[in-house]
């Protein structure tokens, strides 16, 4: 007679289940047109407004003024700019997380609709690991994105012949600042199309709405420009701006982390004490 | 030691109570037929079991252990409804997808046996939305296969399978069950495929548990009848009823007499008032006939 094959449960450290469900992923982020189609979008914008910002009127009306003067006011603001007086102020890097709002919640909100979340909690995945796996895979690609957006601009910004005069290290402590804002965006993203799985419609216009910034603008036009608005996404992405120094980047890096935490373990919390199907 | 061991679970979705102190044993290596009406809680309960519904009360533990401890997950092959595959990709992208999420060393190897199990080899490449239905079904118990689980959790998977696909899944379940220790949960409407396989039954009607027996202790309790055809079937009725308490006739127009009686004394009754039987078979009741008395055993006891 066969003898019983000795049962054994296993328990995958974290790394290797990241290492996964990473794996997992990214290869669906390179595989999806959704992400190549952002991040021609990301490109594009920058380049739109700054080439046509200029541009003279039809049957020889006069030129419009331009919206901007110096090439790198598309990517930050000089100083940082809670309160928008026009479009010139508020069109810049941080356009990459309305983007990257919609992305996230059509990446999320495929997992629930194709029922690949049915498939992967029931093996060893925990919902931490999702939610982070999301939150960091997501935030790649807004960090990309931010980098087709800078292209785009610049292309933009040659194109109209803009001044390209800025302080080199300002403009990069900005870039990077920008870039890793994209963790703490990414993760509120995740936590708020895992909250709202149920209603795509209503996580992807919430995530539309936190992404455009709205209300941390309308906060400041009561608040005037306080930089009491950094503990906020919003704020502290329009913190890295182009007079921007290594404190900046510090304030990015702690709020990023500080949302990324938070909305990581609320989603885990949600998603651990809810059907998960 | 019991693959799967429920006790008191409830779950309510707003103001339906889905499940109601349900009590369930699946003992270690059992196909386990799960039967129970539309509604009657039986999704409800799988999904409970493989983690994705949060119940509102009760205990499930799976080979003694919680059925939240996550490494039990990797000893468990589920098939709920339709297998969770992204549409533009392919069946094998799909399959290396939950191979990477169960962690599996040498994926390919595995993927191709399971594929070859449920017959799919030539479908690997196809995109999982041009699959058809059945094609599918059987992708989605591939995917179960996986990792060689030591439960299967199969929730209507014979949904949509033509009969070499329903021939397989036989083949496959009495396979997995004998040869590698594994326990089956399958849930399924088509009673008369379930019967071939499982092991034991459990019967669930309004979110609990109705009944739970062994297929023995299901073929004892069976009733016998003589079931019979013959040429003047309403003077054969009207005898068969004046002379036995329980006569009926059956969709392939026989008449089944369900009361002890020898074939012998059916024949001689009808032969002495000149009706000829031409086929006589004694008979017991199937899984599905049994279904449908207690169903309705239990309507008239409400009623």
């Known amino acids: ?277 | 030691m019991n693959a799967i061991e429920i006790r008191d679970l409830s779950k309510q979705f707003g103001s339906k109570q889905a499940v109601n102190n349900l009590n369930m044993t699946v003992p270690e290596g059992a196909i386990y037929g799960f039967i129970g009406e539309n509604g009657s809680g039986k999704s409800t309960t799988e999904k409970m079991i493989c983690g994705l519904l949060v119940p509102n009360d009760g205990s499930i533990r799976l080979f003694g252990k919680d059925y939240r401890d996550d490494t039990t997950r990797s000893k468990i092959g589920v098939l709920i409804e339709a297998p969770g595959c992204f549409p533009n990709l392919s069946v094998w992208n799909n399959m290396m997808i939950q191979a990477a999420n169960l962690d599996i060393k040498n994926p390919e190897r595995e993927i191709a046996k399971v594929l070859k199990t449920v017959r799919m080899e030539g479908a690997a490449s196809n995109k999982f939305k041009n699959c058809s239905l059945g094609m599918k079904q059987r992708i989605g118990i591939a995917m179960a296969l996986l990792g060689r689980p030591r439960l299967l959790v199969l929730d209507e998977p014979i949904n949509g399978l033509d009969a070499d696909g329903m021939r397989i899944m036989r083949e496959v379940l009495t396979d997995v069950t004998q040869k590698h220790d594994c326990t089956v949960l399958i849930s399924s409407h088509i009673l008369g495929e379930l019967e071939k396989i499982a092991t034991h039954y459990g019967i669930i009607r309004g979110g609990r548990m109705i009944a739970q027996m062994t297929a023995k202790q299901l073929e004892d309790s069976c009733r016998t009848y003589i079931a019979l055809r013959v040429k003047e079937k309403d003077k054969a009725r009207r005898l068969l009823t004046s002379a036995y308490a329980q006569v009926k006739e059956d969709e392939s127009d026989a008449i089944r007499v369900y009361d002890d009686a020898m074939p012998e004394e059916i024949v001689s009754l009808l032969y002495d008032n000149s009706v000829i039987v031409s086929e006589i078979k004694k008979a017991k009741v199937g899984l599905e006939e049994y279904y449908t008395d207690l169903m309705a055993e239990r309507e008239e006891r409400r009623a």
């Not at chain 1, 007679?1 to 790394?15: C, D």
């Not at chain 1, 790198?72 to 309160?83: G, K, Q, S």
């Open chain 1, 1 to 277: 007679m066969q003898g019983k094959a000795l049962l054994r449960f296993e328990s995958p450290t974290l790394t290797q289940r990241m290492r996964s469900m990473l794996g997992v992923d990214f290869y669906r982020l390179f595989h999806t047109p959704m992400y190549y189609i952002f991040l021609t979008i990301a490109a594009i914008i920058p380049a739109m407004v700054v080439s046509m910002a200029g541009m003279g009127g039809p049957d020889g009306m006069a030129q419009a003024a331009p919206l901007y003067t110096n090439m790198w006011n598309i990517i930050a603001a000089d100083t940082p700019l809670y309160v928008v007086r026009d479009i010139g102020d508020y069109a810049n890097m941080n356009m990459v997380f309305i983007f990257g709002g919609i992305m996230v919640s059509i990446f999320i909100g495929h997992d629930y609709r194709s029922g690949y979340v049915k498939q992967l909690f029931t093996t060893h995945a925990k919902k931490l690991d999702y939610m982070l796996s999301k939150s960091i895979v997501c935030a790649f690609a807004m960090a990309c994105m931010c980098g087709t957006y800078l292209l785009g601009g610049m292309a933009g910004g040659i194109l109209a012949g803009l001044d390209m005069d800025v302080n080199v290290g300002s403009l990069l402590i900005a870039l990077l600042g920008k870039a890793v804002m994209s963790l703490g965006w990414a993760s509120l993203y995740t936590f708020i199309n895992v909250v709202l799985r149920r209603y795509f419609g209503v996580s992807i216009t919430l995530s539309f709405i936190l992404g455009t910034g709205i209300p941390i603008i309308g906060a400041a036009a009561i608040l005037g420009n306080t930089p009491a608005l950094n503990v906020f996404l919003y704020g502290a992405s329009v913190y890295a701006c182009l007079s921007s120094n290594i404190f900046t980047l510090l304030v990015c890096v702690v709020i990023s982390c500080l949302w990324a935490v938070a909305c990581n373990a609320l989603g885990t919390l949600v998603l651990s004490r809810s059907d998960v199907y």
